[in-house]
């Protein structure tokens, strides 16, 4: 070991020795886990975690994949990175003293993450890991699940625990089976829903979702006010029948079958204004990504995965002078089945969708040239195994104190990835290791001004019902597969003529 790794790691013999000493009884009591397939678990899920009814895990692991236990790991983890990238354990444990570079390390109900380096110093063991395929860890077998989801409002039987946390305390117990029945929630004024708001890069943003019927009401304010203009995205919508299926086969380690599909019903209702007060420089990052409206760690027999349904826009207004103004509204109707199936390395839809949109009220006041463009990717359903699924389930079921900084010093400091961090905007909309289905409305609105020879508007609706999976999930190399099942433009021209332009495919 060179001798600045030397001096780190004495530096942080103390942090690791009251690590130690502070997580001697970290392991908690779980109560018995229910039926399960070859290769399950050989210990109970945490009781947060959800295991979908009928669900098959019945795989073989590949010779490298090293299985530890979830007790063994609540005793003898010490310290995580945020990222899930280091792990410090003690080394009381042989399967934990004898990981090395290659192998797989599943943490049972945790994770499967690829060893890339291991450091031991004195009786501390730190893992640099990566993110896993299902094919890295799983030789061959068969992983399916079908997950029904219920939104409806149930009356109070039992209370939500006082420490959940507000974003997920209306949303954990909305799943199948009916006969887990939670609170309406009076902690929230007698409703059970999501309820968040933040503000970031300078968007001030605030979501909610309640249940309605059989599906979820959903609404979302977005602002962002600087020197010299005013934006606002105002959005409401439902979601019903969200019913998501998963088949994955894999024989030789390789995927020869894959199948992840969700049905899609609802409306999106959208609201958007602009305002100029003076010279302004744009609206800088344009993007915004939220806080999932769901999220639950599905655990299949001691293999976690991550649902969840988000969303994410880009609010672009273009002005051509100090005091503009321009509002309109947009609505979308869907009903249909996304979804795509993988067999021997060939991808194909599955599923249709019918789409009906409606563009009303778009006005504006400026002398100039001016526009907008606002694309909205809602709702985004998917299912992961990414280094999100890992991070929420150790949020869920390893004590807080243990993601620290020792973890995070490591990874900057001996394991030497200080100037690899990557930037948490690459990628800005993709999840890691996914199946997705996703509707991703676009829309730009275009007028010339009253200065003009023609004054003219023009005004494009983009509608796209995708899926798609990443390839890591797959493990397979190359571009990721995606599909799209519905696909069409919508145009307006006012007037009606040539020279306000080409209205483009219909």
Known sequence: MKGAQLAMWASLAGCMALSFSSCSSCSRNLPPGGASGGGASSSPAPTTFYTPPGAVYDVKYTANTVRIDLPTVQ?????????AAVFVFDDSDPRIRGLAQGNMMFLEHLGVRRVIKVQNQNSQVAVLTEPAALTDFIQDGRIQFSMPVNFSRLQAQSVPPANQNPLLAGFKQWFEPPELV????????????????GEIDNWEFEIEGEPKGDGLELSLDAGKKLAGLTASVKAKAELEHVNTAFNAVIHGGTMQEFDYSTPLKGNLDLNWSALTSGQNSGIGESRLKLPPFAKQVIDVYGLPLLFKIDEALIFTPGFGTPHDAAEGKLSVKYDGTEGLSVH?????????MDVEPTAENQTSESLAAHGIVLAVNAPKVSVSIGTESITEAIKESIPASLTDKVAQFLENGPFGLGGLAKSAKENFFKIEGAAYVQLVTEFDYTASGPLSLVPCTMTHINLNAQSGVDAQLL???GESPHADIFKKTWTRRNPDVPICGQKGQQ
Do not use: F, I
């Open 75 to 83: 005793k003898t983890l010490r310290s995580v990175s945020p990222d």
């Open 344 to 352: 021997a390395g060939q991808s194909s839809p599955q599923g249709t």
């Open 475 to 477: 493990g397979m190399k």
């Open 182 to 197: 939670y609170a309406s929630g009076e902690e929230n004024g007698g409703k059970m829903g999501v309820h968040t708001k």
